[in-house]
């Protein structure tokens, strides 16, 4: 059994920053990848950023630069570090954990690929 509990949401304003977590308990050795994705009301579900187990890092356009995922060593922690947060990253972001090895090249943002999925936190960004 594996669970993906996430914290560190809540309303921020625009520019401002945020932390995310992620802890993962349970058969943590599987994970290869680990990762955020996010959804917002009426939109599609969006990859954020994905860490591998090497170290590697993978954004998607509309974060990087701005985002900052990173583990502990233990690899079963994960943060999101938000900065200059705009209005549209508001959204329900989720941690994901473990992907098919035969999916992780070429290392991208994940959503459907996560084999666990926490509850999400919400994040809300005001003006």
């Known amino acids: 059994q594996v669970k993906l509990l996430e914290s560190g949401g809540g309303s921020v304003q625009s520019g401002g920053s945020l932390r995310l977590s992620c802890v993962a308990s349970g058969h943590t050795s599987e994970f290869n990848t680990m990762g955020w994705y996010r959804q917002a009301p009426g939109k599609s579900r969006l990859g954020v950023a994905t860490i591998a187990a090497d170290g590697r890092t993978k954004y998607t356009p509309y974060v990087k630069d701005r985002f900052t995922i990173s583990q502990n060593n233990e690899k079963n922690i994960i943060y999101l570090q938000m900065n200059n947060v705009k209005p549209e990253d508001a959204a329900i972001y989720y941690c994901?954990?473990?992907?098919?090895?035969?999916?992780?090249?070429?290392?991208?943002?994940?959503?459907?690929?996560?084999?666990?999925r926490g509850q999400g936190t919400q994040v809300t960004v005001s003006a």
């Open positions: 994901g954990a473990g992907v098919p090895a035969y999916l992780m090249e070429p290392l991208r943002p994940y959503v459907a690929e996560y084999e666990y």
